[in-house]
Structures are given as structure tokens and as C-alpha cells.
């Protein structure tokens, strides 16, 4: 097999970034799409030249090797344990489920089917954050002590408005920003730092949505294992272009990343082996500001996942450190509700008792309201 050929379940919007990326390489075909909404689906087939299937059990049994899942998070597990049951091998967007139950679900029927499964988290797919990484296991910044963060986009109001939209909801969504933006920070900071150790955090709501709709504006503080301590701001109402930024500072050295810097990363390092000793400096980096980050990243995210396949390798990014980042997300609302830092061995507690779908009960109560205060007009 010298290509994977795709099929596609779900016609929205991150479809685009997906088909971008991944338009000049030779590995990977979509061939097919899958979609409730005729209109949409016959739209985007029309522009991605896709077959078009309106009947689930339809599309799996055309002639594709591997299927790339985007539809709202509380489909997630369904389609996954779908496709893998087709013998389908599955790439399905983030977050990876809405509970680390489903998460278990996922895991198990793609194990079960021997299949190839990747949640398609693009921030462990950019460029400037494979450099930090690397920066850090190279030891250039020494043993990161203290970090922040961020990660901000407005969204229209409306979906925030509109009680009908599963955006940012409690029962399909899994919650707000933290579920719906946090999720990547986790699993990006996971990846730099290890396991988050304790939480504590704030939910905040800048317009008056209704109760059905998670935070849009959050903080979390992290502890982790090895002692670090990260802020992570996060929010779908900050004014400006989609962007995320990044501050870790270790025992020799500090490394600074913005997305929207041409060049996205900047380390000082006092490692004997740094490029420049003792100041910052930006390295050359593929990278571009909004949206061509996305590009890049779901370029890279599918090309390797099509490299799986073809090699016949497990993914480095495994479904287990996926399911992490939802932990953290389920970790930080269950310190909102409790008001105080809470552990990680506190939420494994619930998740083997009561399960974790309990955590999402109640926060509507929990929430900062500050949107008396605010006039968005």
C-alpha cells in the first residue's frame, strides 16, 4: 500500500484545516465523507471531491482504509467504537471523549479490533512546540520549575447564547472552554512535564449563558509531579485573533512561545551546548500565524498517522495520554466545585466509585459571573 485512503465523518469547519494540510502529500487520499446534514455534506464533497454517504453502515463499507472522525464531542466514543468494529483504523479529533469512561470504551474496541488510533490533538503536532519539547528532554532549560499558558479566541456570542447549540454544553460538549481549549494545553503540557500532580480552578462567565453552557473564561493552576507549578488561562471571549502562548522557566534557562510571532519561539539557555549561550534568540521554526498554524499542524498530525498505518507502528501519542488531558479537564472542575486545590488521587477515587459524568453536575452553581459588569457592545 503506497497511500492510506480516508473517509471523513463530520463536514465542519476543521475539516478545511485538515484538507490544507494535507493537500501535497502523496500518502494520504480522502475519498469519502459522512454527514447527517445532506446540504452540508454535499457542499463540502463538492469543493474536496468526496463520495458522499448519507448511511453510516454505507460508508464503512466503502473501499477506504482509515477513517478521520469530526463531529461534537459527545459522538466521539460512538463513531470511534464504530469504526473500529468496521476495521476501520481511527483518527479522531480532541478533546477524546467527554469522560474517562468512554475514553476506556474508546481504547478497548480499538485494541480489540487491532487497529491503528490516534486522537488528532494538533498541538503535539506544531513545530514550535516539538522544538520546546525537544529543548526540554535536551536539558537546555534545565528542570522546569514555574510556567504559565494561554490560549484565547473570541467566539460569537451565540454560541454561547444559544442553549440549542452543543458548543461549550455540560452534556454534549463536556463542559466550556476548559473542555472544549484547555484540553490541548493539558495534553501539550503533559507531554513537556509529565503528571499533573493537584489543580485548583476558577470558571468564569463573561455573558449571561444559559445554564445549560459551560465556563467561557477559566483559570487553572497545576501542580505536577515533578514539582512544577503552570497557570493556564484559557478563553473564548478575549478580542483578538486565535493565538496561544507559552512560558516555561527551568534551572537553565527560560523558553517563550507565541503563536502569532513569525518566529514562534524564543530560549535563553545557560546549557553549555545552547546555540547562544546566555540570550534570548529564535530559531527557524516552520510556523505561520492564524490559521495557517492549524495547517501545519493537522498536516503534520495526519501525515504521521498515515505513517502508522503504512509502517504498521503504534503512534507515539497513544490514546492512554490522550485520555490524560481529559483527566486534567475533569480534574479542574472538580477543583471548581470543591472550591480548593484537589488531587489527582481524589478524582480516580470518583472515577472508580461513582464514575466521572458526576463531575460535570453542579457547575453552573460554581460559576464566576461577571457579566453585569461587562458591555460587549
Avoid at 526540554?136 to 460569537?156: H, K, M, N, P, Q
Avoid at 515533578?226 to 484559557?234: H, L, M, N
Avoid at 453536575?361 to 459571573?369: A, H, I, N, P, S
Amino acid at each position: 500500500m503506497d497511500f492510506v485512503k480516508f473517509g471523513i465523518i463530520g463536514t465542519g469547519a476543521v475539516w478545511r484545516f485538515h484538507k490544507l494540510g494535507s493537500k501535497n502529500n502523496p500518502k494520504i487520499k480522502f475519498v469519502s465523507a459522512y454527514d447527517i446534514d445532506e446540504k452540508k455534506l454535499n457542499r463540502v464533497a463538492k469543493y474536496s471531491k468526496l463520495e458522499t454517504y448519507l448511511n453510516l453502515d454505507n460508508f464503512f463499507k466503502s473501499d477506504i482504509d482509515a477513517v478521520l472522525i469530526m463531529v461534537p464531542h459527545y459522538l466521539h466514543k460512538d463513531m470511534v467504537v464504530a469504526a473500529a468494529e468496521s476495521g476501520k483504523h481511527v483518527i479522531c479529533e480532541k478533546p477524546m471523549a467527554t469522560t474517562l469512561e468512554e475514553c476506556d470504551e474508546m481504547i478497548a474496541a480499538t485494541k480489540k479490533a487491532n487497529v491503528k488510533f490516534m486522537i488528532a490533538e494538533n498541538h503535539r503536532f506544531l513545530p514550535a512546540h516539538q522544538f520546546i519539547k525537544d529543548a526540554i528532554d535536551c536539558g537546555f532549560i534545565g528542570d522546569v520549575f514555574l510556567g504559565r499558558t494561554y490560549e484565547g479566541a473570541y467566539v460569537s456570542h451565540d454560541q454561547f447564547l444559544n442553549p440549542d447549540s452543543w458548543s461549550f454544553t455540560y452534556d454534549r460538549g463536556g463542559g466550556g472552554v476548559i473542555a472544549d481549549q484547555g484540553v490541548h494545553k493539558f495534553t501539550m503540557l503533559n507531554w513537556f512535564l509529565g503528571e499533573v500532580d493537584s489543580a485548583q480552578c476558577w470558571l468564569g462567565k463573561t455573558v449571561n449563558s444559559p445554564p445549560n453552557k459551560g465556563e467561557d473564561t477559566a483559570i487553572v493552576l497545576l501542580r505536577y509531579k515533578i514539582g512544577a507549578i503552570i497557570t493556564v488561562d484559557i478563553s473564548s471571549n478575549t478580542v483578538h485573533l486565535p493565538t496561544n502562548r507559552t512560558e516555561l522557566h527551568g534551572t537553565k534557562g527560560t523558553i517563550l512561545e507565541d503563536h502569532s510571532w513569525e518566529k514562534p519561539v524564543q530560549i535563553l539557555s545557560s546549557h553549555p551546548d545552547a546555540e547562544k549561550k546566555g540570550e534570548f534568540y529564535s530559531p527557524s521554526i516552520e510556523h505561520g500565524s492564524f490559521p495557517k498554524y492549524y495547517n501545519i499542524s493537522m498536516g503534520h498530525e495526519d501525515a504521521y498517522f498515515a505513517e502508522c498505518i503504512l509502517e504498521d507502528k503504534e503512534p507515539e501519542f497513544t490514546p492512554e495520554q490522550a485520555k490524560q488531558g481529559v483527566a486534567v479537564v475533569l480534574l479542574s472542575y472538580l477543583s471548581a466545585k470543591k472550591g480548593t486545590i484537589t488531587t489527582m488521587d481524589e478524582l480516580m477515587k470518583i472515577y472508580k466509585t461513582m464514575g466521572t459524568k458526576s463531575i460535570l453536575d453542579g457547575l453552573e452553581e460554581v460559576m464566576q459571573k461577571n457579566y453585569g459588569n461587562l458591555k460587549w457592545e
